[in-house]
């Protein structure tokens, strides 16, 4: 069982800088793929970015170049960068967690959740 707590969002401009971070429970945190989400009212939810155990990243194409995924599993957190923010990047932010290796782009294949952080960028 994990628990996730997301913190960091806010109300920026665009092209400002925003880092989300996600404090995990649980002592396998470290055996547990990670992604971020968001979803926009209307929307459906959209994968951001997502970390394996070996630290293998990927991104949605949306958002590559501009956001950075990161973990720290001494301390159980993970991590997103977000630069150069723009207005279509408004949504709550989501962190997932799945017992697997791979982080797959894929919200179904993920077990655990977060709560969510608004982000709003405005223009």
């Known amino acids: 069982q994990v628990q996730l707590v997301e913190s960091g969002g806010g109300l920026v401009q665009a092209g400002d800088s925003l880092r989300l971070s996600c404090a995990a429970s649980?002592?396998?945190?470290?055996?547990?793929?990670m992604a971020w989400f968001r979803q926009a009212p209307g929307k459906e939810r959209e994968f951001v970015a997502g970390?394996?155990?070996?630290?293998?990243?990927s991104y949605g194409d949306s958002v590559k170049g501009r956001f950075t995924i990161s973990r720290d599993n001494a301390k159980n957190m993970v991590f997103l960068q977000m630069n150069s923010l723009k207005y279509d990047d408004t949504a709550v932010y989501y962190c997932?967690?799945?017992?697997?290796?791979?982080?797959?782009?894929?919200?179904?294949?993920?077990?655990?959740w977060g709560q969510g952080t608004q982000v709003t960028v405005s223009s």
């Open positions: 997932a967690a799945r017992p697997d290796h791979v982080a797959t782009s894929a919200y179904r294949d993920y077990d655990y």
């Open positions: 649980g002592r396998t945190f470290k055996t547990y793929a």
């Open positions: 970390i394996n155990w070996s630290e293998i990243k």
